[in-house]
């Protein structure tokens, strides 16, 4: 079965650190783009970074510079090492798979539960 | 960055009736070289991740019912749902996959008149 498992989340200090890992089973990690995607309580969807099969990272403004996103071949994982952490962070962190596609970047098609990352004093 | 703008952002239906969800995007989500759209539909229901519905803008993902269908091209789309069932009670989000930053619209949440 094709699907994504989040690690588990946590309540961290402002300027604290924090990793996030997301368990793929059913594709693997390396062949395919992989994003993350938060969402504060009560709000909509941001996009938060991407890696793309060819090893390309991409951030969203918002995160540059704290945020790093990277993967694990052997245990086909990927990763969110969260910096410098700020109150508007706190979000539930999800992983998502963009769709394979022949040419480009596609829609994500699979999706972890999410993991809860609070960020406060 | 790529701003997605949807509307209404709420609105109720009858069941058995017709869900109307627009979306307009601020620059064109066409690609010239193979002419589709990098548009994107979800669904997400309370205490679940979003589920995918429509990608390249009006091409059905495996599984959904033919209820759902998008449609449009450019910088403004539709999600049409049909026949509402008391199922597809959800906040749905529109997504450029056109470039990075990829952005959501802000959400459209349907409930049953």
């Known amino acids: 079965e094709v699907q994504l498992v989040d690690s588990a989340g946590g309540l961290v200090q402002p300027g604290g650190s924090l990793s996030l890992s997301c368990a793929a089973s059913?594709?693997?990690?390396?062949?395919?783009?992989m994003s993350w995607v938060r969402q504060a309580p009560g709000k909509g969807l941001e996009w938060v970074s991407a890696?793309?099969?060819?090893?390309?990272?991409y951030y969203a403004d918002s995160v540059k510079g704290r945020f790093t996103i990277s993967r694990h071949i052997s245990k086909n994982t990927l990763y969110l090492q969260m910096n410098s952490l700020r109150s508007e962070d706190t979000a539930l962190y999800y992983c998502?798979?963009?769709?394979?596609?022949?040419?480009?970047?596609?829609?994500?098609?699979?999706w972890g539960l999410g993991t809860m990352v609070t960020v406060s004093s | 960055d790529i701003v997605m703008t949807q509307s209404p952002d709420s609105l109720a239906v009858s069941l058995g009736e017709t869900a109307t969800i627009n979306c307009r995007s601020s620059?064109?989500?066409?690609?010239?070289?193979?002419?589709?759209?990098?548009l994107a539909w979800y669904q997400q229901k309370p205490g679940q991740p979003p589920k995918l519905l429509i990608y390249?803008?009006?091409t059905r993902e495996s599984g959904v019912p033919d209820r759902f269908s998008g449609s449009g091209s450019g910088t403004d789309f539709t999600l049409t749902i049909s026949s509402l069932l008391a199922e597809d009670v959800a906040v749905y989000y529109c997504?450029?996959?056109?470039?990075?930053?990829?952005?959501f619209g802000q959400g459209t949440k349907l409930e049953i008149k």
């Open positions: 620059q064109t989500l066409l690609h010239t070289s193979n002419n589709k759209n990098s």
């Open positions: 390249w803008a009006s």
């Open positions: 998502a798979r963009h769709s394979p596609a022949d040419i480009g970047v596609d829609a994500f098609d699979i």
């Open positions: 997504h450029q996959y056109y470039s990075t930053p990829y952005t």
């Open positions: 059913g594709f693997t990690v390396s062949s395919n783009y």
């Open positions: 890696i793309y099969a060819n090893g390309r990272t």
